[in-house]
């Protein structure tokens, strides 16, 4: 099993521009989610999604769409860049059980926004 | 917020030491994780404790849980150079997502 990929590793973008950053898992987890970590923030949930169809607000939505057409796939949406968004991208992953279980983590993006 | 949150924010230690981090959370939670950072890399999941457990050992590690005082902690023993990394606890809360909080963690340097 690959685990929880995550595509681009690295971007530069221009303010004003958008792009989709891409996020896999070949676990069958229902449960998956996007946080941004920046400097003394610690890790920010962005957007998650509860199983495929199904997706919903965290704590710092602003600026970002989700969709999860597939159990395997939950892309990021940045649709007009800003440099508050520069920062490093979590997609993470778990199953369902009814209950909280171990989030299993991709290896990031890091996101500059000039 | 109803983040975490960790204390101390760095510690530095001999190899060989024990290492101590805390974490204090400001409502019920369902359980509390601890996960590892290292350098530039994802997250990784250490131990899970539930509400109604005390304690927990995974190898080097012991984790508490003390729901009256809303505070957890990460016993890492004999500490190696490779456990030089971030450790952030994440609290999951009754009525919530299954999608859990993170802190902002706590910086542990082990110099060799």
């Known amino acids: 099993n690959a685990g929880v990929t995550q595509t681009p590793k690295f971007q530069v973008l221009k303010t004003g521009q958008s792009m989709t950053l891409q996020c896999a898992q070949d676990?069958?987890?229902?449960?998956m989610s996007w946080y941004r970590q920046d400097p003394g923030m610690g890790l920010r949930l962005i957007h998650y999604?509860?199983?495929?169809?199904?997706?919903d607000q965290g704590e710092v939505p602003n600026g970002y769409n989700v969709s999860r057409s597939t159990t395997e796939d939950f892309p990021l949406r940045l649709l007009s860049a800003a440099p508050s968004q520069t920062s490093v991208y979590f997609c993470?992953?778990?199953?369902?059980?009814?209950?909280?279980?171990?989030?299993?983590f991709g290896p990031g993006t890091r996101l500059t926004v000039t | 917020s109803q983040q975490g949150e960790e204390d101390p924010q760095a510690l530095s230690i001999q190899e060989g030491e024990n290492a101590t981090m805390n974490c204090s959370y400001k409502?019920?939670?369902?359980?509390l994780q601890w996960y590892r950072q290292n350098s530039g890399r994802g997250l990784v999941h250490l131990i899970l404790?539930?509400?109604?457990?005390r304690e927990k050992h995974s190898g080097r590690l012991r984790v508490t849980l003390d729901t009256s005082k809303k505070s957890s902690s990460l016993l890492i023993t004999a500490s190696r150079a490779a456990d030089t990394a971030s450790y952030f606890c994440?609290?999951?809360?009754?009525?919530?997502?299954?999608?859990?909080?993170f802190g902002r963690g706590t910086s542990l340097i082990v110099h060799p």
């Open positions: 993470a992953s778990s199953r369902d059980g009814g209950q909280s279980y171990e989030q299993y």
């Open positions: 676990m069958n987890h229902e449960y």
């Open positions: 999604s509860v199983g495929a169809g199904i997706t």
């Open positions: 409502t019920s939670i369902n359980n």
């Open positions: 404790i539930r509400s109604n457990e």
């Open positions: 994440a609290t999951e809360y009754p009525g919530g997502s299954y999608i859990p909080t």
